[in-house]
């Protein structure tokens, strides 16, 4: 059974810093992984989506890798801003098991300080 | 703008009495989904349609039903709402295709609250 897992669960850090948002999978069998976004008592909104056979994903200010061996990926976010405070999600489509599911990670939850 | 509706954005309802959340999109997308996510967790696949075909994951309690009468609405019946039902509801919709290429589009969710 395919087991997300997102390490912090919660992270702090001041205006315009880089950081790094990561994230494990159990099982590298996977059509794809996503990178969500969660503002409170809000629903999803995609960011970027790695397909397995890419590396990495690129939108604006954030960049997301994939090392589908080592079941990984990272979710990097460049000169953060205090509209970056959010929940972000990591999800991944499996080719075993229930089709068509999304596995959620539990999120790391982000606060940007002015 | 295409998207995807869910109403009411928050419910509460008593311990046992039925309740039902909708979601409609206008994405025209051929499979819907309902998940539960409770605080801090992780969102959980309850069932998805693809079309009118129904597909419920293995560990969904029997409490919980849905129905697709088109392709526009979905609903999410609980049938007797027990404290641990209380949770953020969210629909989300898809479009078939390759599936290393495909993504879910979410609904803002339904907070239900039970008493």
């Known amino acids: 059974k395919q087991e997300v897992t997102q390490i912090p669960a919660a992270l702090s850090v001041p205006e315009g810093e880089n950081l790094v948002l990561n994230c494990s999978f159990t099982d590298s069998a996977i059509y794809n992984l996503q990178w969500f976004r969660q503002d409170p008592g809000k629903g999803l909104t995609s960011l970027l989506l790695i397909q397995s056979s890419q590396r990495e994903q690129t939108s604006g200010r954030l960049n997301a890798s994939l090392d589908k061996s080592s079941g990984r990926s990272t979710l990097y976010i460049a000169a953060s801003q205090p509209g970056d405070s959010a929940t972000y999600l990591c999800a991944v489509s499996g080719i075993g098991g229930s089709a068509r599911q999304l596995t959620f990670g539990s999120g790391t939850q982000l606060t940007v300080l002015p | 703008d295409a998207m995807v509706i869910q109403n009411p954005r928050y419910q509460v309802t008593q311990f046992g009495k039925p309740v039902t959340l909708s979601c409609s999109q206008t994405?025209?997308?051929?499979?819907m989904y309902w998940y539960q996510q409770k605080s801090s967790q992780a969102p959980k696949l309850l069932f998805h349609?693809?079309?009118?075909?129904?597909?419920n994951e293995a560990d969904t309690p029997d409490n919980f039903q849905s129905r697709r009468p088109n392709t526009s609405f979905c609903f999410l019946d609980i049938r007797s709402p027990g404290l641990g039902d209380a949770a953020m509801y969210l629909c989300a919709t898809s479009r078939p295709g390759p599936r290393s290429q495909e993504t879910q589009y979410f609904g803002p969710g339904t907070r239900l609250l039970v008493l």
């Open positions: 994405l025209n997308h051929n499979v």
């Open positions: 349609y693809y079309d009118k075909d129904f597909n």
